[in-house]
């Protein structure tokens, strides 16, 4: 597609909204206390309130998000539903805090891979119960895996982003490349090969944003049959880094180090980072999460031509990990069964599709995916729909102890390997070993 100049928007998350309680008497606190200090409450004309917490923060989904209240609190004057701003930046220790100081909003929007250890500590509701039926039939199995734990429900698969690569049209053309479809994407090879054609003096065939490596290399890697977590018959879970688990990682490590097809300077950057040399010819290529097109529409200079191609496919084609979106409800809140409703009301087919566009992302459930808005040609809609059904549960959904397993061992380990400072062998080392060591405290 051919971008026209718009507005720029730099791709930064809104901080969350700050609270501050005034100075009143001791008394009145402890009243306050005493009338509890869980998210939801009822007023004394018996109106329940309910807040949401969400981490929208492009102004489209906001705008969206705070639509969807709006429309809630019209139609039910009974259950108020109060917009709370959150942050992706710090949700989790946020949310932890909150958790433990008994002030967890009603409804929280958050990520899959982040549930397990609320989930497993009893923080989160199980939604088994609590859900409709036509929405639990409405999403796939395949996303419903992403919430599981043992046997309870702890959230809603909404919203998800495959990872694809944002090619530059006209250098695709004048390198004559084949160009990739779903039907016949590249394989991790040919994929190693274009790099090289597509580089040249001043440009390099393509640019990893790898600031945060560990969730693309684990959830490409699902492609080449990786899975890195291994659960043995006792339910406990261990890191084995397998023939799989490499294809990824070696031909980024070999696109960097040994063709220079790849920039070593992006490794360290976030995709938003990558653009300014995208936009000016310095990369062929970007591999970014599929929300990112929107950002690329607003910013690139007029009649920049681009295109949305699959990522590459592995022994198992096209399949990679993902980590929707997700809305949960707090153990601690008194109205479940109402705040559920109002998660079943975000998430009806229009309503997930004004998410969906407002985030530049897919929805989960089967009916919002036929929607036609979703499946043009332009802005490279209808190759996300394509992929849709080839995604699955990232490989570390259910791991006790993946954020301290990601931050302290995987995320300097990958980071290490794709500059050079290390091989392959010691990066299986340290995922393993000390990777096991991490995961061991979470299983005792």
């Given at each position: 597609m051919r971008t026209?100049?718009g507005?720029?928007?730099?791709?930064?998350?809104?901080?969350?909204?700050?609270?501050?309680?005034p100075?009143?008497?001791?008394?009145?606190?402890l009243?306050?206390l005493l009338?509890?200090?869980s998210?939801g409450?009822?007023?004394?004309?018996?109106?329940?309130?309910?807040?949401?917490?969400s981490?929208?923060?492009q102004?489209?989904?906001?705008?969206?998000?705070?639509?969807?209240v709006?429309e809630w609190?019209?139609?039910?004057?009974?259950i108020?539903?109060?917009?709370?701003?959150?942050?992706?930046?710090?949700?989790?220790d946020?949310?932890?805090?909150?958790?433990?100081?008994?002030?967890?909003?009603?409804?929280?929007h958050?990520?899959?891979?982040d549930?397990?250890?609320?989930?497993?500590?009893?923080y989160l509701?199980d939604?088994?119960?609590l859900?409709?039926?036509?929405?639990?039939?409405d999403?796939?199995a395949?996303?419903?895996e992403?919430?599981?734990?043992?046997?309870?429900?702890?959230?809603?698969?909404?919203l998800?982003?495959?990872?694809?690569?944002i090619?530059?049209?006209?250098?695709?053309?004048?390198?004559?490349?084949?160009?990739?479809?779903?039907?016949?994407p590249w394989?991790?090879?040919?994929f190693?090969?274009?790099t090289k054609e597509?580089s040249?003096?001043g440009?390099?065939g393509v640019a990893?944003?790898?600031?945060?490596?560990?969730?693309?290399?684990l959830?490409?890697s699902?492609?080449?049959?990786?899975q890195?977590?291994?659960r043995?018959?006792?339910?406990?879970?261990?890191?084995?880094f397998?023939?799989?688990?490499?294809?990824?990682?070696?031909?980024?490590?070999?696109?960097?180090?040994?063709?220079?097809?790849?920039?070593?300077t992006?490794?360290?950057?976030?995709?938003s980072?990558?653009?300014?040399?995208?936009?000016?010819?310095?990369?062929?290529?970007v591999p970014?999460g599929?929300?990112?097109?929107?950002?690329?529409?607003?910013?690139?200079?007029?009649?920049f031509?681009?295109?949305v191609?699959?990522?590459?496919?592995?022994?198992?084609?096209l399949?990679q990990?993902?980590?929707p979106q997700?809305?949960?409800?707090?153990?601690e809140?008194?109205?479940?069964?109402e705040a559920?409703?109002?998660?079943?009301?975000l998430?009806?087919?229009?309503?997930?599709?004004r998410?969906?566009?407002?985030d530049?992302?897919?929805?989960t459930g089967?009916?919002?995916?036929?929607?036609?808005?979703l499946?043009?040609?332009e802005d490279?809609w209808?190759?996300?729909?394509?992929?849709?059904?080839r995604?699955?549960?990232?490989?570390?959904?259910?791991?006790?102890?993946?954020?301290?397993?990601?931050?302290?061992?995987a995320?300097?380990a990958?980071?290490?390997?794709?500059s050079?400072?290390?091989?392959?062998g010691?990066?299986?080392?340290?995922?393993e070993?000390?990777?096991?060591?991490?995961?061991?405290?979470?299983?005792?």
């Amino acid at each position: 597609m051919r971008t026209t100049a718009g507005t720029s928007r730099p791709r930064t998350k809104i901080p969350p909204t700050r609270t501050t309680m005034p100075v009143i008497p001791v008394i009145a606190v402890l009243l306050l206390l005493l009338a509890g200090c869980s998210g939801g409450g009822a007023a004394d004309d018996g109106r329940i309130t309910l807040r949401f917490q969400s981490l929208a923060w492009q102004e489209e989904s906001v705008a969206v998000s705070k639509e969807l209240v709006a429309e809630w609190n019209t139609a039910h004057p009974d259950i108020r539903v109060e917009y709370v701003q959150g942050s992706w930046d710090s949700v989790h220790d946020q949310l932890l805090t909150s958790f433990e100081g008994g002030e967890a909003p009603d409804i929280i929007h958050d990520a899959s891979d982040d549930l397990a250890d609320f989930a497993y500590g009893g923080y989160l509701a199980d939604l088994t119960e609590l859900l409709p039926g036509r929405l639990r039939s409405d999403i796939p199995a395949r996303s419903w895996e992403t919430v599981t734990f043992e046997d309870g429900i702890y959230g809603v698969p909404f919203l998800q982003e495959p990872r694809v690569l944002i090619a530059d049209a006209e250098l695709l053309d004048e390198a004559g490349v084949r160009v990739p479809t779903v039907e016949r994407p590249w394989s991790w090879a040919e994929f190693r090969q274009v790099t090289k054609e597509l580089s040249g003096p001043g440009r390099y065939g393509v640019a990893w944003p790898l600031k945060e490596p560990v969730s693309a290399s684990l959830n490409l890697s699902l492609s080449t049959g990786g899975q890195l977590f291994h659960r043995g018959a006792d339910g406990k879970v261990t890191v084995r880094f397998e023939a799989g688990d490499e294809v990824v990682p070696r031909t980024i490590h070999d696109q960097v180090n040994t063709d220079r097809s790849a920039s070593a300077t992006t490794l360290g950057s976030g995709g938003s980072d990558t653009l300014p040399g995208f936009f000016a010819g310095k990369y062929a290529m970007v591999p970014l999460g599929f929300s990112y097109r929107q950002q690329i529409e607003q910013q690139a200079p007029e009649g920049f031509d681009w295109r949305v191609l699959p990522a590459p496919a592995g022994e198992d084609g096209l399949i990679q990990g993902v980590s929707p979106q997700t809305l949960s409800v707090a153990a601690e809140s008194p109205h479940k069964k109402e705040a559920a409703a109002f998660v079943d009301f975000l998430l009806r087919p229009h309503n997930m599709v004004r998410l969906a566009l407002g985030d530049w992302m897919l929805p989960t459930g089967s009916a919002a995916l036929r929607d036609p808005a979703l499946r043009t040609r332009e802005d490279g809609w209808a190759v996300g729909t394509a992929l849709a059904g080839r995604l699955r549960s990232a490989p570390a959904q259910s791991v006790r102890g993946y954020p301290e397993w990601k931050d302290k061992v995987a995320t300097p380990a990958f980071q290490e390997y794709y500059s050079g400072a290390i091989g392959l062998g010691e990066l299986r080392e340290r995922l393993e070993e000390d990777g096991n060591l991490v995961l061991d405290r979470y299983q005792r």
